[in-house]
């Protein structure tokens, strides 16, 4: 080939591990100068040369190419999709979490955009011929294919029969002329949304003498008024506001008075709700010390993290919020997270209370649209603010200031799909790359972040009193074997029985907290013992009663409530444990007269549920609140006066490392819910396990206890923070061979670890073991959990990214899944 050749560095669009590369193509002569780093180009691709979507990640100049490249066909954008601090965070993303490059890119744009989308070219000015120059061949080229095919085309069909190549220019000056547009269309689920706006055609001077020659047409003549007083109107508020019909505003239109045009219309989740302006609070003293700290990083543009420890109700929202008005200061941009979207609305409603408008919010319960049309506010600088779940961490600011992790240490921060980030890494990433602040708060901090608190690798701060007057509510702990005893065979103990009535008689607000959703947790047989478990999961089904059904939350699947047992047909059939479904069931019962709601995963499928449940909670329209962990945090109704914890020891029997950590988590996380108000607090904790520590120090609001006890314990078992870990999960349908194939590649890594002079493996390598839930959908589960005890961690993640990823087609074959996860937060 020639000299001096541009190429291009792309990632296609495609899921296959074998395309998980950097391709180089040719940039042709007439696209060099228009294509640039981070657009999305379509290329031909494989043997058959088929179409796919590109990411250029990168463009270099070779004086000298001995081998053959394919060209890229056409750019698909006109500037840049991704930016260059974007691609440089992709690849890290790669590197960090062993995903691939697509994954990793995908992570960046809205869902619906990937893949999907369309540009639309159509012809608008149907007399073109009378202002093209005969000279422009280009332009007279397209708009001839345009009328010939009706006028309109999608961009990738116009480019398959035009004569020339770099038709990008020819367009835009066709766009600027306004005789064609361009618009996306996103397969069939979104569209940019327009609408539709009235404008006049006349001079201002030829208003009046077109009003006076219409001498009928009263609700003409108003229409002209109006347009002559406003220039343009949306259709609709114009006949909403003068009270006129469509066929007065047609007249106008067919006698050339008026023309109708398309604007963008962006989707608003939130213009349905009148937000009540929010006051800026006086501090006490432990907040002014933190607000003043951290200003004097923000107006330096220092990169540092922060975490505030703070009991519930010590007013960290109030910091978030001081330190977000310095933030726009600065003329800078802030990412909030938090990790229910339940605490979404609740959070925005603050933040739009005292900022306004500019609020841009993200999370997985706005539809494909919503999602586009707040994302594109970000990337075109009408917001400065981003609120919402995990993936908002990505919001594409130009000019980030301050990344606020609020409940840091929910496990919902952490993604369970490719790729496995967690979303305080990739703040710190950014923290250190665009020199912004991060501020993580929780009442409950995860052992990870406070053991960096303590080894000064973040800054941490300790607010131990309630920003109100307000103390922290008692906590009397209920020994519930001894109400059985005492022949309570009830799921509420006499104590939680009598302290509801006495709420209720007080017109005051009671919150029950369960951990389980579904009727019953399992279903069993007292004849023989069976229990109903999925037959694609090793797993116990739950019991749906409102369906009369049971089902498995793992795969999905639903069998009819059995009457006798499939095992040895006894219709002595028993329904044990108890979900939210079945104590709001009991709750109707025993308080009938009570306005009760469950709030779970099931009572919120449908869109705008948690926000309708949380609404009418907040005006007093409910007296229990029933949930799981979804109420556990962050919600605020100072009417809340009794707090119920069912049963404080459910998540303890988990087998999980990080059990009693997330026992303490949530006993105390839904303990804070009570007493945020003027009227005392009251927490009733149920166990059967009153002696744990877990227990009693989140009774007593102790975390310095518990974190001691704790620590101590993962320090003994070698867990977290004293070893990251990486956990691999192997998955197919014929168990001999998952086994086969995990042994393999754990004997693999006992090698490679011996050959670099490891030769203690066994207290770094384990398994493999068949994974706790062992099988899922018909397909069995094999886990390997290595530990970097005494090892180099990237060593161990080198041997990974080596066997698993670099070598592969090697040692895995087709018919096994592989699933890596860096630094897990579950071993399920």
């Not at 074998?18 to 391709?23: G, N, P, Q």
């Not at 240490?409 to 020199?435: D, F, L, Q």
């Not at 009671?510 to 037959?535: D, E, P």
């Not at 867990?719 to 999960?729: R, T």
Request: aromatic content about 8%; hydrophobic content about 35%.
């Amino acid at each position: 080939m020639g000299e001096n050749l541009y190429i291009a560095q792309a990632i296609v669009n495609n899921n296959s591990l074998h395309t998980d590369k950097i391709f180089d193509y040719s940039i042709p002569e007439d696209l060099q100068g228009v294509v640039a780093k981070g657009m999305r180009v379509m290329v031909p691709f494989g043997i058959g040369n088929n179409r796919l979507e590109a990411y250029i990640l990168n463009i270099k100049k070779e004086e000298k190419v001995t081998y053959k490249l394919k060209d890229i066909l056409y750019p698909l954008d006109d500037k840049p999709i991704l930016t260059e601090t974007q691609i440089k965070m992709i690849l890290w993303l790669k590197n960090k979490y062993l995903c691939r490059y697509i994954e990793a890119i995908h992570c960046f744009l809205p869902s619906g955009i990937v893949n999907k989308e369309k540009k639309i070219v159509e012809l608008i000015e149907k007399d073109w011929q009378k202002v093209i120059s005969r000279n422009s061949k280009n332009q007279i080229e397209v708009l001839r294919i345009l009328e010939d095919l009706g006028g309109k085309i999608t961009l990738e069909k116009l480019f398959g029969k035009l004569s020339f190549k770099n038709f990008q220019s020819t367009l835009k000056i066709l766009e600027e002329k306004n005789i064609i547009k361009i618009d996306y269309s996103i397969s069939s689920r979104i569209k940019i949304q327009t609408q539709q706006y009235a404008q006049l055609t006349l001079k201002d001077d030829e208003v009046d003498t077109t009003i006076a020659s219409l001498k009928n047409a009263k609700r003409q003549k108003e229409i002209l008024l109006f347009l002559k007083a406003h220039k343009e109107c949306a259709v609709k508020e114009l006949l909403d506001i003068l009270k006129v019909t469509r066929s007065s505003l047609n007249a106008l239109i067919s006698k050339g008075y008026i023309t109708i045009i398309d604007k963008e219309h962006k989707r608003d989740p939130f213009k349905d709700i009148v937000f009540k302006d929010f006051p800026k609070l006086v501090p006490n003293s432990q907040q002014k010390k933190v607000i003043d700290v951290i200003t004097n990083y923000i107006k330096e543009e220092k990169a540092h993290t922060f975490l505030l420890h703070g009991i519930t109700g010590s007013g960290k929202t109030e910091i978030y919020l001081q330190l977000m008005e310095q933030v726009l200061k600065k003329d800078k941009q802030g990412i909030i997270l938090v990790p229910e979207i339940a605490l979404t609305p609740q959070t925005v409603e603050r933040f739009y209370g005292r900022f306004g408008e500019g609020i841009a919010v993200l999370h997985s319960n706005l539809s494909d649209g919503e999602r586009f049309d707040e994302w594109r506010k970000i990337t075109e600088g009408k917001v400065n603010i981003a609120i919402g779940a995990r993936s908002a961490i990505f919001a594409p600011f130009k000019n980030l200031g301050m990344v606020i992790i609020d409940e840091e240490h929910e496990n919902t921060y952490k993604s369970e799909i490719n790729p496995k980030y967690h979303a305080i890494e990739v703040a710190n990433y950014r923290s250190k790359e665009e020199g912004a602040i991060v501020v993580l708060g929780s009442a409950t901090p995860s052992i990870e972040s406070y053991y960096k608190g303590e080894q000064k690798e973040v800054s941490l701060f300790t607010l131990t009193k309630r920003a109100t007057a307000s103390d922290l509510p008692e906590v009397e702990i209920i020994d519930m074997r001894k109400e059985l005893d005492n022949g309570n065979k009830s799921i509420l103990s006499h104590t939680l029985f009598s302290a509801i009535q006495q709420n209720l008689e007080v017109n005051k607000q009671t919150i029950l907290f369960l951990n389980r959703r579904g009727f019953a947790t399992f279903v069993s047989c007292r004849q023989c013992g069976y229990v109903v478990k999925c037959k694609h999961c090793d797993i116990a089904m739950t019991h749906h009663k409102n369906m009369k059904n049971l089902q498995c939350h793992y795969c999905g699947d639903k069998i009819q409530e059995p009457e006798t047992c499939p095992s040895c047909s006894s219709s002595n059939i028993n329904y044990f444990g108890a979900g939210t479904q079945r104590i709001e069931s009991l709750i109707n019962t025993y308080f009938p007269k009570a306005i009760i709601e469950r709030m779970d995963m099931d009572s919120t499928i449908v869109k705008g549920s948690h926000q309708r449940i949380l609404e009418k909670f907040k005006k007093g329209k409910i007296d229990i609140l029933v949930g799981t962990q979804m109420i556990s945090k962050g919600l605020d109704f100072p009417n809340v006066t009794l707090v119920g914890v069912i049963s404080a020891d459910a998540s303890l029997n988990l087998p999980d490392f990080r059990a009693s950590e997330k026992t303490f988590q949530l006993v105390t996380q839904v303990a804070g819910r009570a007493g945020r108000g003027l009227d005392k607090g009251r927490v009733i904790l149920q166990t059967y396990n009153p002696e744990h520590y877990s227990i009693y120090t989140a009774a007593n609001h102790d975390f310095e206890s518990f974190y001691k006890e704790e620590l101590l314990l993962r320090k003994e078992f070698i867990y977290p923070p004293f070893v990251q870990l990486i956990n691999i999960c192997f998955t197919g349908k014929n168990e001999k061979e998952v086994y086969i194939v995990s042994e393999k590649i754990t004997n693999n890594i006992k090698y490679i670890l011996q050959a670099k002079g490891y030769s203690q493996y066994n207290e770094i390598v384990f398994g493999p073991n068949p994974a706790i839930i062992s099988k899922i959908n018909e397909k069995f589960r094999y886990q390997i959990l290595l530990k970097n005890h005494e090892v180099p961690y990237h060593l161990l993640r080198s041997i990974v990214k080596y066997l698993l990823l670099d070598k592969r087609q090697k040692f895995i074959p087709s018919t096994i899944t592989v699933s890596i996860d860096i630094d897990p937060l579950y071993i399920m």
